[in-house]
């Protein structure tokens, strides 16, 4: 199976940037959103400001990372099953994080299963 | 500031794929082999087998995650500071975890830092 893991960064979030709270709420939705199950969190704060927030999920994670100081948001969306649509949740982040600010989007493929199978 | 986040499939490493202790001695050695200084970690166990383990950063992260019905680990790892190497850390953990395994590598370009240094 060929997984493209979809990156994008986030800038112009607003005060989004510094409220976990809202972080993780738009982390878990979107990771809904693809129809991906939810199975723990876990935030690492950085001393001065900023964070990494891990949404671990049934079928992999969504991670975001913020820079502040950067006007930066980080985000990692890997959803290991093909029907899943990481796109479709990078929009919704997006969304939730910055309806009005802008998301320039990367990806790389990944592939998950036995060596037999490899494209 | 663009950086490259590196990712690796290794595969035939052995024991090690469902050692935890192993996997997280691996991903700190290989943080540390590079420069990185490390904060902190989280594992998210699945029910069955496998899991996720990420060791935080001061520069980022590295994360491991097991699939060992597939004889698969994946490895990602984001180093924000462009004088670290990815392929040292990789090369760092695929000598711990997998010395007669294979290792497939990609990477992705991420840019970090304020919008009028993107390239």
Redesign the interface.
Known sequence: MIIR?G?A?L?GCGAAISDEAALRDAAVAAARSAGATV??D?A?R?AEHGL?L?I?L?Q??V?L?T?PE???I?ADVLLCDDTMSVDGAIDALAARLCPDGTV?R??????????ETRA
């Open positions: 893991q990156f960064e800038r199975i723990g876990h690492q950085y990494t891990v671990f049934a992999s994670h991670m990372s820079w950067y006007d930066l980080l320039v990367s990806s790389v493929e990944r592939r998950i299963g036995p060596a």
